[in-house]
């Protein structure tokens, strides 16, 4: 198989995942109990008004043309109009998703700069003090919930010191950048522990490879081999890792938003759910799994752009 | 067979917090829930040695207290779990074929949507509360168990002792939980008090979401969504129930790791 098949074939699963991802949600939603109709007009509604709310939504047809009217709808994006923000469901999330993905991105950048040179120090000195004092830090870090981490942050650096701002999002880019800076720091803990720890077995195990050995006897400096043979094997190793890590990184997301009251869509979800706003949290459920399939995928592209193995 | 210094710390947490949540009135000084008006929001002193909050509860003994809340959240979000990805892993290692492929296709499934995202999507239409939350983390969590057990089954499926006994003309009943079983369990296990320390952290956040133990129950997420509107004048409140979580959390994953070597499961 040539790469290029590879890659078709790779292209195309992702058509059966998106329609696999929105039966999931619409049988979810349908099969778990609890009536959404009443649940949105409350308890007190007559069986007249429920009813028609009922025809309204289209839940009086059979399940199986509710499924396809469902998935139709969702690939034309129309998932109808959030009850709670009367916009239409998209419009809300659309606005409100990038907000997540930078914060995401700001916080897959921190963990990578705090976990990649830790990893090296760790790795070159195993079973020494600073491995030992590195390991230690990490396994506290992976220890304690992101909530928490962003409290204390919150408190001392917001709160305490005023180095940064309590909460919201700012109105340009280099205000963004300020707003989710803190935020960002709570949520690349827990990743940068990961990483951490994958990177350092990695670098070890690397260490010991007879290609390494070969590339000193060859008479490479160290610096060289720890560049071109150790680093960059680490390196296709952690980008793997982080698009494994994506649906991790949403669900810290969404307690980091709620924490630092960042207007993203991991809020969006909580105050949905306070709010009984079921058509929100039904298509974020779906648009977030997208996301995280995306994320596959597109970890798998450049898995096989930086390693010449994958797809031969 | 060595113990290591991971095992010896974890399992002293442990200990701690298996003695606290058994008989937290030994160590409780005061009632948790019994309001002091003439210490309200009192920092920490010799009376109350973690401070108290803002009715004068006493932030120890709530934190005391609260322990048997996180330890039956750790045990019910990994023992239920445990128990059906067990057996699903079980059946599709033994079965195999179809069975192995549709359970494939549904672990794909599964894991796209984020696991915190699913667990609140499942909250959110059954309703907050500890027993919907067991009820959605069995629903989503059962995942990793199912994969290993079935990595285990395959492995043990080959072995020697399950040929004998299908010669002897055992029922496959009797070959898989009696044979299978006990040798396939060693890594689930051992994933299992790991997981332990996740459940403790999925717990006490679902409690600050709101959406987990409802108040006035002392469980150590609410405690600290109770303190986080006092964090800047009275921090106590917050503070050492968050320590508390960090070091159970730490206990699960120290002694997941010691057993892990002890028992030389590789992960």
């Given at each position: 198989m040539n790469r290029g098949t590879w890659l078709l074939g790779r292209l195309a699963q992702i058509v059966p995942t998106f329609v696999m991802i929105g039966v999931a949600v619409f049988v979810l939603a349908r099969l778990l109990p609890g009536d959404q109709v009443s649940a949105m007009l409350g308890?007190?509604?007559?069986d007249d008004t429920i009813a028609r709310m009922q025809a309204q939504l289209g839940l009086d047809r059979s399940v199986f043309v509710q499924l396809l009217d469902f998935l139709a709808a969702a690939v034309r994006g129309?998932?109808?109009?959030?009850?709670?923000?009367?916009?239409?469901v998209l419009q809300v999330i659309a606005e409100r998703l990038p907000v997540t993905l930078a914060l995401m991105a700001i916080a897959v950048v921190l963990a990578l700069s705090i976990a990649l040179p830790l990893a090296f120090v760790a790795a070159l000195n195993a079973n020494r003090w600073p491995d030992m004092l590195i390991r230690t830090i990490f396994q506290i870090g992976l220890s304690s919930p992101v909530f928490y981490i962003g409290l204390l942050l919150l408190t001392v650096f917001?709160?305490?010191?005023?180095?940064?701002?309590?909460g919201g999002y700012g109105d340009d880019w280099g205000e963004h950048l300020y707003h989710l800076f803190l935020p960002g720091l709570t949520l690349s803990f827990s990743f940068a522990a990961v990483v951490m720890r994958n990177l350092r077995a990695g670098i070890l195990a690397v260490l010991t490879a007879e290609y390494v050995d070969f590339a000193r006897a060859k008479g490479l400096s160290a610096g060289v081999v720890l560049g071109r043979h150790v680093l960059r094997n680490a390196l296709i190793a952690t980008v793997t890792l982080v698009g494994l890590h994506v649906g991790a990184l949403l669900g810290g997301a969404v307690i980091t938003e709620t924490v630092f009251a960042v207007p993203g869509v991991g809020r969006l979800m909580i105050d949905s759910i306070l709010a009984r706003d079921y058509p929100v949290i039904q298509a974020l459920t779906l648009v977030l799994a997208i996301l995280v399939s995306l994320a596959f995928l597109l970890t798998d592209l450049v898995q096989m752009w930086l390693d010449p193995r994958v797809g031969r | 067979m060595r113990v290591s210094l991971s095992l010896l710390i974890g399992g002293f947490l442990l200990a701690l917090m298996l003695i606290a949540a058994a008989v937290p009135d030994w160590f409780a000084?005061?009632?948790?829930l019994v309001f002091d008006f003439e210490a309200?929001?009192?920092?920490?002193?010799?009376?109350?040695w973690f401070g108290t909050d803002q009715f004068g509860r006493d932030v120890l003994s709530r934190t005391i207290h609260a322990s048997r809340i996180d330890l039956q959240i750790a045990v019910f979000c990994v023992i239920f779990p445990l128990v059906l990805g067990g057996a699903i892993g079980l059946l599709v290692g033994w079965y195999g074929g179809v069975v192995d492929a549709i359970f494939g296709r549904l672990v794909d499934l599964v894991v796209t949507f984020p696991f915190l995202v699913l667990v609140i999507f499942f909250v959110a239409v059954l309703g907050p509360g500890l027993v919907n939350v067991y009820i959605a983390v069995t629903c989503v969590g059962w995942v990793p168990y199912a994969k290993l057990m079935r990595a285990e089954v395959l492995v043990q499926a080959q072995s020697d002792y399950v040929a004998a006994g299908r010669v002897l003309g055992y029922r496959m009943p009797r070959i898989v939980l009696r044979h299978i079983l006990p040798n396939a369990a060693r890594p689930v296990l051992v994933y299992a008090v790991t997981d332990m320390a996740l459940a403790i952290l999925l717990g006490s956040s679902l409690g600050y979401l709101g959406l987990g133990a409802q108040p006035p129950t002392a469980e150590w997420g609410v405690l600290i969504a109770d303190g986080k509107n006092f964090?800047?004048?009275?921090?106590w409140m917050a503070l050492f129930p968050g320590v508390a979580i960090v070091l159970a959390g730490l206990g699960f994953s120290l002694t997941g790791d010691g057993l892990a070597d002890l028992l030389a499961v590789k992960r």
């Open positions: 308890e007190r509604a007559s129309n998932f109808g109009d959030s009850m709670s923000l009367r916009l239409p917001a709160a305490g010191l005023r180095w940064f701002p309590v | 000084p005061f009632d948790p309200l929001s009192a920092p920490p002193s010799g009376d109350h964090f800047t004048t009275a921090p």
